[in-house]
């Protein structure tokens, strides 16, 4: 899978790691890139998006001459996953469990050209959502197509579920109103809206899916694509989405892609992401779209560090440095209290005091506090005589 996209990338990294890095070299290596990037149908868009980040992370880099192989790998994983994180998360099955607590159905419309896999998609969903136990509608809203009733009924038949149709003719919209009040009336958990696929510059095609989503009101409108058809289903992308801003996609042929720039490009250009890809033609052929997946299979490696979005956009601050701990303050030792109140006080000038005021020998122990604070007092001043 992704053969050109793998050779595209492997060539700028190993490009780059050959030259010298000067701006010459630099928009040499990312034309190239652009050609190689062009054949694997990747948008001209995208393609402008990824050499400009490339090109910004290059010329700002100290990179050593050994290193920038793995530094150009890293930045195309960065801008790849940033891409596919941008557009966001859809749970089909969780958000119709969500809504049945309303005891309201979950109305899913289906989008995109006649040939894609739309019809088959639509029913390998129902199939995956009859196997989560929910129970399925599905209104068969292409009245236009000769043998698209007849191709959903068999469907339908093999997957024992109910079909809303009318003739070729009706008006689409009565129809998907008929399978959203036949699932309310008989609590069915969703209901799935096949669409007409003419070319979608068809005015009257979008005009008529218009009128489907005004009348039923859509908890989901799905972008179904063919992987193999490159830039063709990114432009129908592009033009479905401006015209009925659908929440997500579905690739079909996904194994049988050799280039592999459609996934990328659909999910670039209309901010929106891919939940299921097809992978055959049996009706457990579908599988959910993963972004590690996918870079596994672009880098030909199982042991990607795929980043997620806050990493890219926040990266983690640097802790800011504490303070060293500061040592508890010990209680300082109190000197004990004698029981002498003249302690510290020298002889001599206890005999020079009690000689110089005529003072008589303390006889009580209030006395001889009181003596030895005037003592005291009397050293403080200087030994004053009287």
């Not at 699932?183 to 669409?195: G, I, M």
């Given at each position: ?39 694997s149908d990747v948008a001209t868009e995208v393609i402008d998006s990824i050499k400009d980040s490339l090109k910004e992370k290059i010329i700002g880099s100290r990179v050593e001459k050994k290193n920038i192989q793995n ?278 000038d206890i005999n020079t005091y009690a000689d110089l005021y005529d003072v008589p020998p303390p006889e009580t122990d209030n006395e001889a506090k009181n003596l030895a604070n005037k003592i005291k007092k009397w050293i403080q001043d200087g030994r004053p005589k009287p």
């Amino acid at each position: 899978m992704f053969d050109n996209l793998k050779k595209a990338f492997s060539n700028v990294s190993t490009g780059f790691s050959e030259k010298d890095l000067n701006e010459k070299d630099i928009e040499d290596v990312l034309f190239e890139l652009e050609i190689n990037l062009l054949e694997s149908d990747v948008a001209t868009e995208v393609i402008d998006s990824i050499k400009d980040s490339l090109k910004e992370k290059i010329i700002g880099s100290r990179v050593e001459k050994k290193n920038i192989q793995n530094f150009v790998k890293q930045s195309l994983i960065e801008f790849i996953s940033e891409t596919f994180d941008n557009a966001g998360h859809v749970d089909l099955v969780a958000r119709i469990n969500e809504k049945k607590s309303s005891n309201e159905p979950f109305i899913v419309v289906f989008v995109g050209i006649n040939g894609t896999g739309k019809t088959t998609s639509l029913a390998k969903v129902a199939n995956m959502l009859k196997n989560e136990k929910l129970s399925v509608v599905i209104a068969a809203a292409d009245t236009y197509r000769a043998g698209a009733i007849e191709q959903l009924r068999e469907h339908t038949n093999r997957l024992n579920l109910k079909i809303i149709a009318q003739n070729y003719g009706s008006d689409p919209a009565a129809v998907a109103k008929d399978a959203v009040l036949y699932a309310k009336s008989h609590k069915v958990d969703c209901v799935l809206v096949d669409t007409a696929g003419r070319m979608q510059t068809s005015s009257n095609l979008m005009e008529q899916i218009a009128k489907i989503t005004k009348v039923v009101k859509p908890d989901m409108k799905i972008f179904v694509g063919d992987s193999l058809a490159g830039n063709d289903t990114v432009n129908q992308a592009r033009e479905f989405h401006k015209q009925v801003n659908f929440e997500c996609s579905i690739l079909t042929k996904s194994d049988a892609d050799a280039r592999g720039g459609a996934a990328l490009s659909i999910v670039k250009v209309t901010s929106s992401p891919i939940i299921y890809v097809g992978v055959g033609q049996e009706y457990d052929d579908i599988v959910k779209f993963s972004k590690q997946t996918f870079l596994e299979n672009v880098f030909e490696s199982t042991d990607i560090d795929v980043p997620s979005l806050s990493e890219i956009k926040k990266p983690q601050p640097e802790p800011e440095p504490q303070p060293e701990p500061q040592p508890e303050p010990q209680p300082q030792p109190q000197p004990e209290e004698s029981d002498d109140p003249f302690k510290g006080i020298e002889t001599d000038d206890i005999n020079t005091y009690a000689d110089l005021y005529d003072v008589p020998p303390p006889e009580t122990d209030n006395e001889a506090k009181n003596l030895a604070n005037k003592i005291k007092k009397w050293i403080q001043d200087g030994r004053p005589k009287p």
